[in-house]
Structure formats: C-alpha cells, structure tokens
C-alpha cells in the first residue's frame, strides 16, 4: 500500500500534521545544491590523513615520519608524542562495574584494533597526503589478538592494564531468584545459542570533518559529519582542551547516519586540533575503507536464552546470558547498549511474571562497537523472538496463536515489566491480526503443506517487536549512568514581518525533520508551511540540543517545538487582546488568528501579532516586546513503538537459496506527522535488517584482520536483494508527549532480522532445522539441511 | 607527476584544466571545477554515488582518470534541470520519496536516467537489476524503484503507474 504523496501548497494548515506531503528537503538533494562536509573549500586549505595500524594488536616500537616531513606539499606530521592535549576519548555512560579505559587520539604505546590511529599527515593536497602515510614507518611487536567476546574473556589476550581478564563490565536486570523459581516449576522449557553478529553501519557518506582555525580570536569553526553537534562540542572541548565557546560545530548536509555519526571519535578532534597546529583550515575525509576500519561496529551478541513455560504454553520464565563485545575501547555510549537498551527490552510484546538477564562487555581486537540502527533493542527483540518461535514449536501451537495467547493485553496499560519498563500503550493483537491478514495466513499454511508435498520449501516467520525510544527522561537516565540529560530543546522566533525561524537542537540526517517540524509548528501556529523555516544542526545558531539518534527527535524534539510554539502562542495572545481592546480569557486562537469570543469580527492574525510585538508602541503592561519563546522539553516516559513484521520465503535445499515471497510490516508508531516520511522509515530499516538476517557481518580472521573492508566484500543490501514490502500501520497514540508520537526510525531495522530467520527455519522445519545464525548466506542454509542428513 | 591540460564539457560548458595523470575524474569535477553533485562513496565503482554520463552514457566518475575524460561532454546532476525545470527523473524522486539523506540520489538518478534513455517500459525487478551499482543505504530502494516507474511514464513509457507494491 504506497502512499501517495500530496502538494504542500494545496494543503489547508489546519490539516497539514499527519499528510504526506512531499518533503522540502528535496530540491537541493536531487539537483547538487546539497551540501556535505567534503564540499566544502575554505582558501589556503589543507588535507590531512591518519597512518592506522595494519595490526589488530601490536605494541608500537618507534615511529619515524622523517621521510614523510620531507616529501614536498607535507605540511606537518604528528604522532601521538606531539598531542599536548588530554587527548583521550570520554565515555558517555557509565556502569557500577565499568572499567573505564584510556583512549587516546593517537596511539602512542599499542594499537589495539587494525585502523588504530597512529600519526597524521597534513598536506597540501588529499593524494599528496595519502602518499605520505606510506612514507611513515613504524616498527610494531606484535602480540596475539582476539576478536570473539567469549575467547577474550575466557583467557584471551590482556588488551588493557586496567581490565582483568577483558572484561569491560558485569551487569545484570531482572529478579535472579524470581526467575529461578520459574525455571524449576516449568512445565516446559526450551533455550537456544544465537549469535548477533558484528555489523558495520555503512552510511553512503564517510564521515570527514573540516576545520578552521583563527588564532586571533581562537575561535575553532569546525563542520563535520555529526547526528548531534552539541553533544560533539561538549565532549571536543575537553579532549582537545578548547573553550566549548570558542568552538563551533556545524553539521552540513549529512549523508546518512544510523547511530555511526553519533560517537566521538579521534578522527574529527585530531582534524580540530590539526587546525589549531598548523593555523590553516584542514580537511579530513576518511576512506571507505577506513569507514569499515573505524566506524564504531553494531551488535556483537553471543547469547544464550531460555524459556520457561507452564503446560498451557504461558511463558513464566525468561533467562538471558549474552556476551557482548565492545571491541578495543569504550565508544561514547557503548556502555548502555547492550546493558539498558538491551536487557530492558527482553520482556517483548508479553506479559512475563519472571526475566533475569546478565551481560559480561568483553574488550576485544575489533574496532569499538557502539549504538547502530535500533542499538541493543535489535539484539534483544531477535532472541526474543527467536525463543518465542522456538517455544511454540516445542508446544506443538501455531506461532502466531502462541504470541497472541502470551501478549500483554490491550487493557494492562500502563504496563510494568520485570525489566525495569512502563510500557505507555499498545495494542499488539491488532498488528498481529492485520499482518495475519496481509498474509492470508491460513491460506498459506495449506499452500505450504501443499508445496512440502511437491518438495518446495516455505516457510513465515513472525517479528512481534517492541521497542524503547523518545530517549529519554533526563533524571532516569541519569540514575542508570548516563553522563548527560537527554532533554532536546527548541527556540521559536517570529521575524516582524510574520515569518518564523524554529531552531531545534536534533540534528537530521535523512530523516525529513525540515518537513516534519514544519508540520508541526504550521499546525500549531495555524501558518502556510511557506512562512516557516527550519534551522538544525550549528551550535552556532542553536542554543542547546542532544541531537538525533534513538528515534527521539519526534518525540522529544517534536514536543520541545510544540512546547516554545505553545508559549509563543501565550504571549501573542496577551498581545492580541490588548491590541483588540478584550480580556485575555476572551480570546481564541484558531488557524493562526486570534478572535474575540462572539465577536468573531475582532480578530488579529498572530502575523500581524508578531508585527505589533516588534513594534512594540502599543504593548500591555509587564510585556516584553518580540516574539519568540525557547524551551527544553524532558520526556517524562520513553514511548513504546511497536508492530508485527512477518515474512514468507522459500528456501532450495539444494543451493540454500532463499527466495522472498512477501514481506508484511505493520507498524504501530503512534501518530503520523507525514505518512510517507514514515513509511520511507519503515522501508529503509527493514532493507537493514534484510541486510543483517542474509548478508552483512563484519568477519575477522585470527589476527584480528578485517576480512570484510571493502563493499566487494561486505554486503550492503543492492536495489534486488530487498524484497517489495506491503506496509500498512495501526495508531495507539503515546499519552506522554502533547504529540501523541512514539517514533519510527529504528523500527523495521528491530523488526526485521528475526521475521525472515524464523521464517527460514519454519521452511526448513521438515529437515530438523532449529536454528541458523546470520548472516543467513547459502552455504550456512545448504550446511544446516545437511547436517541432519539433509532428508525431509 | 606528469601534467596534462584536458578540456571536459560540462553540463554544457566547455572548461580547460590541468590535472595531474593520476587525478579522478570525480575530484577533477568536485575539487576543480565545483560541480559538487557527484559524491565520493567508495572510490572502488561499487556504490555509484558519483555516477555522471560521459558522452550520454552513466559512468562511475571515481574510476575514470581525468584525463582519460579529455574532449568528451560530461554530465553531472547539476545538469539535469533545464531552464528552472526539474528533469521528470527529478521529479519522480520527490514524488516518490525516492530520498532520504540524499547521499546516493545524484549517482542513482544518473544511472537511471541512461537505463531510461534504452528502456521504455522497465518492470520492477528490470529497474532492480539495473541500479545494481549504484548503493543506498536509507530507503530501502522500494520508493526508488517507484520514482524510476514514475520517470519512466513521465518520458513517454507506457508503464502502469508506480506503486506497483500494492
């Protein structure tokens, strides 16, 4: 069902918010007027390189750049003895149990990952600067490497002096003991191993940063590929001890992000600090193979789950163990990934009386794992998921009458779960119900029994997802380790002449925002989407922000621009009934006019307001001219997004091919400002999660070398490896936000994964399949019918 | 390094530069000339965001040299627009939402506006095959292959109308 998109100008303000308006963003993204940080020329700008380790773990012996200093258009080279600054990467989240660990910009004793950091070249020109990286020796002894979370904690290598045993951290949620007791009055248990692979985010534009220095002021301009600039101000600022008002960080256009944008890495401080060095403006655009060497990876789930079950099948019990990694050192959120995004989520759709779940972080030889699309809310769906579909086979009952029989009913909420969760609304069978429908469900199991007749294999795989965004209440968050608030705030300002800037401190990528929130504040301010104007990302023009990730700018961005609208509107409306000679409480405001009630002639424009309000000659006591009104707005709740996703597909036991048929997607995000944005959101995390369940992994050998650090060998999901997605949603607004929005960016990227490897071994179910771990590529398909002798 | 004077017609305008034997035709038009549409992804021809047509033809510009572009009219997404109005395979992508953070769209459209110049009326899964090289990572290609159909039957194809997901 594709939605059609509708002419801006044709639409009334008072029914913009929820249309599908084509999205304003566009012309200047089809015709080459965008612009990204490589764009950018500044005169006299020079270009600098990183020399990285070609080992995964290796201690550094010397490091001569002589013959690079010499080469002709090198500017400068420094290496890590040259940074005379902290020069250590902060971590964003702490736990009880965190080894915090040093993470240098550039590493000066032992590089602890292929691609760490080890000396940088400035030049005149980008190929000059490449060249002289060759030109940079640099003697190592190497030592042996790990790259498996349970190998590094189980007698692996020491990575770092200060963590034991590599262990990063040891967390657990949940009632240990409730949960035992569970397990031994389970009627019925199953459990299962699986794994979640290492991804690599692959956003079409590789990060780069420019930067310009002006010593008389020391003012640091820095543009850079950013999801949240203020949040790479404050941090910067310490790590290259510069005045956080002395620097300023802009994100042009941004060519992607899914969470890779989000963390602070060494890359961008050390092109800020190059600047400051070499008192010129520098460039610095990684490669895609340093994108594959550096962007902090996803996932890295070893887990074990287990279920417990009463005779009828209700779950009673949910136990989880799960080795995470996270890689060489600790990214900037990387602590509260696989802890509070993970472990919180395990309760799913259902009603679950017991969970116990524990998690070891494992430092490895891989480069640091961080937040990716959906971050520790798709590792914990896909076991989930995974052991729900596991269990209803034990029980010998549908999967989908199983979920419906174990979801929490549409009547429990505000809902508790064990794990530390009030889920703020759903209603979970309705999804089911329409995805059972697009599927025609009951036709398509006799057509599958049909087909297993013939020797043809199909198989339908459920994903009953929930997830947690609109991250998130400042005070929670704070309390489980958080190092910020994660507020987002907003500025709303009328010009004189009755147009309106809104500054918002989230920072789009992709996401459409410039239309969203010009739907937003048109239909609050009851003006043409022409007047308004939308400014994010510069923490220049924007007084605060937190930036956009976790599917929050909606929710919590979206309700900061409803909060100053809201005020704005407040402070015209004294404006207007002193302007109209009425009592305030007389006055309405609708469709941007404001009337005095029954006497619907009295009536001012809030354009004509703003006018008056600049003006300023006739104002009401104890007002003060202007109009504009800021605010920052903290979620009281994260919203709860949630669908079923289901997929159908046929397997050939004799290639291991897997063939889609149809894939469902039914998506319950609260209200829609812009159906199609949202849609879009929905089809694009779901071809991510196509590409973790049948082709992505990033895959190491024993020394810790990337096998998969190319797109020739990493495969980014192409134009015929995504199946046609039927999209269709259901609305159970949350009642937390004056929105009533949840969120939809990561959505079908938690949906999708377990959807299609449920639906794999459905369809394999007759060869004794039980489980297959991602990426599902025709070899792992053929080798598991054929374990079990490959007869149906 | 050697040197090479070469003339490239862009978008119509015929410019002399010097590039050295070893300069890509994507930085010679990015970093040289400004035509900033076209965008470095992978510099290894595998995600085609920095497609253009050298004499009419798609070409991913991060694996031609420079010099071996000397004398031929190249065509970047700054030239697709004429005379203030959008080409319909601009068009069709903002219909369509064929977008998202716009990274891969000069390169994707660049590609299917030469399929397009061979192929009247594509089905979906011919409209697949071609944009095989060129890499998005945002829409999930669905409404991509939606404004490919729309373009299609705004240049005259006879195709049904997009949206033949439903």
């Known amino acids: ?792 | 390094m050697a040197e090479h004077d070469i003339t490239l017609t862009v978008n119509g305008n015929e410019q002399e530069l010097t590039v050295e034997s070893r300069t890509l035709l994507v930085h010679a038009l990015r970093d040289e000339l400004g035509y900033t549409g076209p965008n470095v992804g992978c510099e290894s021809s595998m995600c085609g965001a920095c497609t253009v047509h050298v004499d009419g033809k798609a070409v991913k510009s991060c694996t031609m040299l420079a010099v071996q572009a000397d004398g031929t009219d190249v065509t970047t997404v700054e030239g697709l627009d004429q005379d203030g109005e959008f080409h319909p395979i601009q068009e069709a992508f903002q219909e369509e939402h064929g977008l998202q953070c716009g990274y891969c769209t000069p390169g994707m459209m660049m590609t299917a506006v030469d399929f397009l110049d061979d192929h009247d009326d594509p089905g979906r899964e011919e409209i697949r095959e071609a944009l095989e090289g060129n890499l998005c990572r945002c829409t999930g290609y669905q409404n991509i292959v939606n404004a490919v159909e729309t373009a299609s039957n705004k240049m005259g194809g006879s195709g049904a109308a997009a949206g033949g997901d439903d």
């Open chain 1, 1 to 792: 069902m594709s939605i059609e998109t509708e002419d801006p100008s044709e639409i009334d303000p008072a029914e913009i918010l929820g249309s599908a308006i084509e999205r304003r963003e566009d012309p200047a993204l089809i015709t080459g007027d965008a612009e990204y940080t490589d764009d950018i020329q500044i005169p006299r700008m020079t270009h600098m390189a990183v020399k990285r380790s070609q080992h995964a773990h290796a201690r550094i012996e010397d490091v001569d750049t002589s013959e690079a200093e010499a080469m002709d258009g090198v500017v400068d080279v420094f290496t890590a003895e040259d940074i005379d600054v902290p020069g250590s990467l902060p971590v964003g989240w702490l736990l009880e149990t965190l080894e915090q660990v040093d993470h240098p910009i550039l590493a000066g004793e032992k590089v602890r990952y292929q691609g760490d950091g080890v000396a940088i070249v400035v030049a005149e020109d980008r190929y000059t600067a490449q060249d002289a990286l060759d030109a940079i020796d640099v003697e190592y002894e190497r030592l042996d490497a790990v790259t498996d979370p349970s190998d590094a904690l189980n007698g692996g290598p020491e990575i770092h002096d200060d963590a034991a045993d590599n262990v990063a951290f040891e967390w657990e949620i949940g009632n240990a003991d409730e949960t035992e007791e569970a397990f031994e009055e389970a009627a019925h248990t199953v459990d299962l191993e699986v794994e979640n692979q290492l991804l690599i985010p692959n956003a079409m534009e590789p990060r780069a940063a420019v930067a310009d220095y002006n010593p008389s002021d020391n003012q640091i301009d820095l543009a850079m590929t950013t999801q949240n600039p203020h949040v790479h101000r404050l941090l910067m600022a310490g790590v290259i001890d510069h005045p956080e008002n002395k620097l300023s960080i802009r994100a042009p256009d941004v060519g992607g992000g899914f969470g890779s944008k989000i963390h602070h890495y060494a890359d961008e401080a050390l092109t800020a600090w190059a600047a400051k060095q070499v008192e010129r403006p520098v460039k610095w655009v990684a490669t895609r193979s340093e994108t594959y060497q550096t962007d902090a990876l996803g996932r890295g789930h070893e887990t074990h789950g287990q279920v417990a079950m009463d005779e009828d099948g209700n779950i009673t019990g949910l136990k989880v163990d799960t080795k995470a990694n996270l890689g060489a050192y600790l990214s900037t959120f990387a602590p509260s990934i696989p802890t509070y995004l993970y472990g919180t989520l395990l309760s799913g759709q259902y009603e679950i009386p017991a969970i116990h779940c524990e998690v070891t972080g494992a430092f490895t030889n891989v480069p640091p794992v961080d937040a990716y699309r959906g971050a520790g809310r798709p590792e914990a769906s896909y076991i989930v998921e995974r052991l729900v579909k596991h269990a209803a086979e034990h029980m010998d009952m549908d999967p989908a009458e199983f979920r419906r029989q174990n979801f929490v009913p549409g009547d429990a909420f505000p809902y508790e779960t064990p794990v530390a969760m009030v889920y703020d609304s759903g209603d979970y069978e309705k999804t089911l119900d329409r995805a059972l429908e697009m599927l025609d469900y009951e036709e398509f199991r006799e057509r599958q029994e049909a087909a297993r007749e013939e020797g043809r294999y199909l198989g339908v795989g459920f994903s009953a997802y929930i997830e947690a965004c609109g991250i998130a209440p400042s005070e929670l968050v704070g309390q489980l380790g958080a190092q910020a608030g994660l507020w987002e705030s907003s500025l709303v300002r009328f010009q004189p002449s009755g147009t309106v800037t809104a500054y918002l401190g989230t920072s789009g990528h992709g996401q459409g925002h410039d239309t969203t929130y010009s739907q937003i504040l048109a239909s609050e301010l009851g003006l043409d989407i022409e007047d308004i104007d939308i400014v994010e990302g510069d923490t220049d023009e924007i007084p605060q922000g937190m930036g956009t990730y976790g599917s929050r700018s909606a929710a919590v961005g979206g309700s900061a621009l409803v909060q100053s609208a809201r005020k704005v509107v407040e402070k015209a409306k004294k404006i207007a009934a002193h302007q109209l000679e009425a009592s305030e409480d007389d006055i309405e405001f609708e469709d941007g006019e404001f009337r005095v009630a029954g006497a619907p002639d009295r009536s001012m424009h809030i354009q004509d307001v703003a006018g008056a309000a600049y003006l300023a000659h006739d104002m009401p006591d104890d007002v003060e001219p202007g109009l504009e009104a800021s605010s920052f707005y903290d979620p009281e709740n994260f919203v709860f997004p949630f669908g079923m996703h289901a997929a159908i597909v046929e397997v050939d036991p004799d290639t291991g091919e897997i063939d889609f048929e149809t894939y469902v997607a039914v998506d319950d995000v609260g209200n829609q400002i812009n159906p199609k944005i949202v849609e879009g959101q929905i089809h694009g995390g779901v071809a991510q999660g196509v590409g973790q369940a049948l082709y992505e992994g990033a895959e190491y050998d024993e020394n810790g070398q990337l096998l998969t650090g190319s797109m020739q060998d990493y495969t980014v999901p192409k134009a015929m490896h995504v199946p046609e997605m039927e999209t269709d949603s259901t609305v159970t607004e949350s009642p937390h936000n004056p929105l009533g929005v949840k969120g939809v960016g990561e959505a079908g990227t938690i949906a999708a994964p377990q959807a299609i490897v449920n639906a794999v071994v459905d369809a394999l179910e007759p060869f004794g399949v039980e489980n297959i771990e991602m990426p599902l590529k025709e070899e792992r398909v053929w080798r598991a019918i054929h374990e079990n002798g490959g007869d149906a």
